[in-house]
């Protein structure tokens, strides 16, 4: 089935939904994702969305660009960082005249809290920028551009699983999907692709991620030829809830909450005396590593405290109401009376699909676009997290790139032919599809995506080094290698998950292999990449972004790409 | 400790009529029903059927029944029931089964499209500061924490017997957008609903209350939505 549209966008989250808003009806366009619409991760994003609004304190969006830029340890482009933080007012009064339901001052205008890493006058001290909705900040924005894109009538394709991008003669030209409830095979084409299918938690065991977050998008587009950037660098959180790693947003550090070691110690006053507890999240989970390893870890295991009884219950209730929900349910603890067990969880990815500062991807170091395919949002990389992403920059990154891509395809619309569909598009993934319902291999995806987990889990997580990562790119060549004998045990086509499970897994085993290899060649520590075997920062060497290239069979080919730097020239890291 | 699972199997394709299918796991008193379900699915039986995301009660993926009462797979944990570790597995009520546990939510999301899901701002200038009173952010929170998951529509008996009836996820929507102060179409709204197909359906059975696992006070507001709609009435 051939569905002609001018625009496919691939993902409904908040990238793709906020360029799905700005099109509307100017142009022809179908939204495909993979769960229905409103169950997209975004959702999940409990703290804040960042902008200088300056409506409990004094604010700039200078100082937002400043806090971004050192966040990411001097890595994001700064020409990118400062649209970012410039654009975020305009984003938030768009979202609130939207309908976003957002906590309010006494006045009546939208309220803010402190968050890791923002800081007042170029660091000085934490300063209130997170503008936010209780702990469901992502939730009732994802609702809100949901409904804004039902009300300008956007076509939903729900429950369809990408499989392939069309690419004719160099140019992106529509999409092959995989249609959950049919098992058919449709063909999307287009003038236009833009991808937003966020991030792949699910490469390591302990992620804050959804099921769905198995970096589709960035696996697609990187066998399509478009360069993957900065992969080495994915963010642990550094409170997850012991074991599950579901996530206890950083607002329960911003609204005063404290972490503790075995000894009841603060510990981080002793390693960012001025921020403690608000350093950046890849400062704190590293800590975390440390203390766990001086046997400060609770019961002498790998977990700490985050305590808010000192918060109160009001604050607790209305401010933090999921979070402690979350800990009541799961965790079996009752925040007003008692700490949280947390421990570092997988939470983002900073790399991504390599992207310009207006959605196109491209495909080399001097920015030349792939024709016909945009990204924005989790999946891409622009970049502005650099080597670490501040929280509440993600949300606003969604925002802000995903309107931006949206508003240039849509100025590359009228102008663009549609593309000639090459015969068959579908061929490869049909084939694809029937050999592994027919294959008789002895593998099956659960054991294959276990061991994964547990491998870069233990390699490719906080701390990595030579031997572990090369350890780590062992393993995937072994996985790799019996996945080609996977079989598919479910042989019906409604919702089978079995052959859906196995085509995430060939996407997560792809991405794993480029953030193990992107590590092992990123020889200095920076932001939440922190090699043992370097463990300084070489900007000298490495004040590049590394930028990795499909090859089917050398594996990722990598090369670098220049850093933008323009206001603020990189200095040693403090908080 | 030693679970046994009794799943609801159902595959229009292949099944004359539904069977229920039973398997035997390890489980931790901590594990998520969800994971249970996950380990059957991993280790058992690649056939068995169910939507789940998140897997911490945010997206609203999957809503069923666990022993005979409608829960979020993921956010009940098996030491939460004391079944003897028996527990009975089915998809939610009153939807039509596409397979297993997952249903055609379809219906459901046609109802939500009828309320206006979205706000028509009294204010033109979408870069301008939109105030709203801290007061009024607080009295339109309840409906905020609803995450779409269908349990409360699905638990209503009267949605059962009158299938015309907009039901309390819908309506809580409505709620949503009549009381926000930022809204301009208010009485429009208040006039759409106000029939028995709309708030009037609603005879207060406190069922979506009850299964709610946000905990919304949906039959609350729907109250306060009556209450609106009858001053709305005099006025005119």
């Known amino acids: 089935m051939v569905h002609p549209y001018d ?21 022809h366009v179908a939204v495909l994702t993979k769960v229905f619409a409103t169950r997209s991760h975004s959702g999940a994003a409990q703290g804040g969305i960042g902008a200088a609004l300056g409506n409990e304190e004094e604010d700039h969006c200078e100082w937002h660009m400043f806090d971004t830029v050192k966040g990411s340890d001097y890595l994001g482009d700064q020409d990118a960082i400062e649209i970012l933080a410039n654009d975020a007012p305009r984003a938030i009064y768009e979202l609130e005249n939207l309908g976003v339901p957002f906590n309010r001052t006494a006045e009546g205008k939208i309220a803010q809290r402190a968050f890791g890493g923002h800081t007042r006058n170029f660091g000085e001290a934490p300063v209130k920028r997170a503008c936010y909705a209780a702990t469901r900040t992502g939730r009732v924005i994802l609702d809100t551009l949901w409904e804004q894109g039902l009300r300008r009538g956007i076509e939903f394709f ?17 999409v092959v999907a995989y249609e959950l409830s049919t098992g058919k095979l449709h063909v999307f084409k287009s003038k236009a692709v833009m991808l937003a299918t966020g991030g792949a938690g699910k490469i390591y065991k302990t992620t804050s991620n959804a099921f769905a977050s198995t970096g589709d998008g960035m696996a697609i587009a990187y066998r399509s ?16 809830i012991y074991k599950l790693g579901i996530l206890i947003s950083e607002a329960a550090r911003g609204e005063g909450g404290i972490l503790l070691n075995n000894e009841g110690e603060r510990f981080m006053e002793r390693y960012a005396p001025v921020f403690k507890d608000l350093a950046p999240g890849d400062m704190i989970s590293r800590c975390m590593l440390e203390e766990m390893r001086a046997g400060r870890g609770i019961d002498g295991q790998d977990y700490f405290h985050l305590d808010l009884t000192h918060l109160g219950e009001d604050v607790i209730d209305k401010k933090l109401a999921e979070i402690t929900s979350f800990a009541r349910t799961y965790a079996g603890v009752d925040p007003i009376k008692e700490p949280i067990p947390v421990q570092p969880t997988c939470h983002y990815m900073m790399g991504g699909i390599a992207t310009d500062a207006d959605g196109h991807v491209i495909v080399d170091a001097k920015n030349t676009a792939f024709a016909g395919l945009y990204a924005a949002g989790e999946c891409a990389c622009v970049s502005v997290h650099g080597a670490n992403r501040l929280g509440c920059n993600a949300l606003l990154d969604t925002l802000v790139f995903g309107r931006r891509a949206g508003i240039a395809i849509k100025a590359f619309i009228p102008s663009a032919t549609r593309p000639k569909l090459p015969a068959r598009p579908e061929k490869k993934d049909a084939d694809m599809i029937k050999d592994l319902m027919n294959s008789s291999g002895k593998e099956s995806s659960g054991p294959i995506r276990a061991e994964l987990q547990d491998s870069m889990m233990e390699h490719v997580s906080v ?5 572990s990562l090369n350890t780590a790119l062992k393993k995937i060549a072994q996985l790799k290698k019996r996945y080609q004998d996977l079989s ?9 998950r079995d052959l859906l499970d196995a085509i995430e897994l060939g996407h997560l085993l792809d991405l794993a292999e480029v953030i193990t290899r992107s590590a092992l060649n990123r020889e200095e520590s920076r932001g939440a990449h922190s090699r043992e075997d370097f463990p300084e920062r070489d900007d000298k060497k490495f004040l590049v972004h590394t930028m990795a290239r499909h090859d089917a069979d050398k594996g990722p080919q990598i090369f670098t790409k220049p850093v933008t730097i323009t206001k603020f020239e990189p200095k040693e890291r403090k908080y | 400790m030693h679970c046994h699972f009794t799943v609801y199997r159902y595959d229009p394709a292949a099944d004359e009529k539904p069977c229920y299918q039973e398997y035997e796991i390890d489980a931790e008193p901590t594990d998520k029903i969800l994971d249970c379900l996950n380990k059957i699915r991993w280790e058992q039986d690649p056939t068995l059927a169910f939507r789940s995301s998140c897997a911490h009660g945010i997206c609203g993926s999957d809503a069923l029944m666990i022993n005979g009462r409608i829960e979020l797979a993921c956010q009940k944990l098996v030491r939460d029931f004391k079944s003897g570790n028996n527990f009975v597995i089915e998809p939610l009520p009153l939807f039509e089964g596409v397979k297993d546990l997952i249903v055609d939510l379809e219906p459901f999301f046609e109802k939500y499209r009828q309320v206006q899901p979205y706000l028509i701002p009294g204010q033109n200038d979408s870069n301008k500061e939109f105030i709203q009173e801290s007061e009024n952010q607080e009295f339109i929170e309840p409906a905020l924490r609803c995450i779409l998951c269908a349990s409360c529509t699905a638990g209503c008996p009267i949605n059962r017997a009158h299938p015309a009836y907009l039901g309390p996820a819908a309506l809580l929507r409505a709620f949503r957008y009549i009381f926000d102060s930022r809204d301009s179409i208010t009485e ?26 946000k905990e919304i006070p949906i039959t609350k507001c729907l109250g306060q939505i009556k209450r609106a709609v009858k001053q709305n009435a005099k006025k005119e």
């Open chain 1, 7 to 27: 625009v496919i966008i691939v993902g409904a989250g908040l990238a793709g939904l906020r360029a799905a808003v700005e099109i509307g009806k100017d142009a």
């Open chain 1, 488 to 496: 598919i045990q479910d042989k019906g086509s409604c919702f089978n």
């Open chain 1, 463 to 467: 701390f990595r080094q030579n031997d």
């Open chain 1, 225 to 240: 030829g478009a360069p993957l950037e900065d992969m080495e660098f994915v963010q642990f959180h550094p409170t997850g």
């Open chain 2, 188 to 213: 429009q709204r208040l006039e759409k609903i106000d029939s028995d197909d709309g708030v009037w359906g609603c005879k207060t059975m406190w069922w979506c209350t009850e299964v709610c696992p």
């Open chain 1, 158 to 174: 729900d429950e369809f699983q990408m499989l392939s991008l069309v690419v004719h003669d160099g140019q992106c030209c529509g």
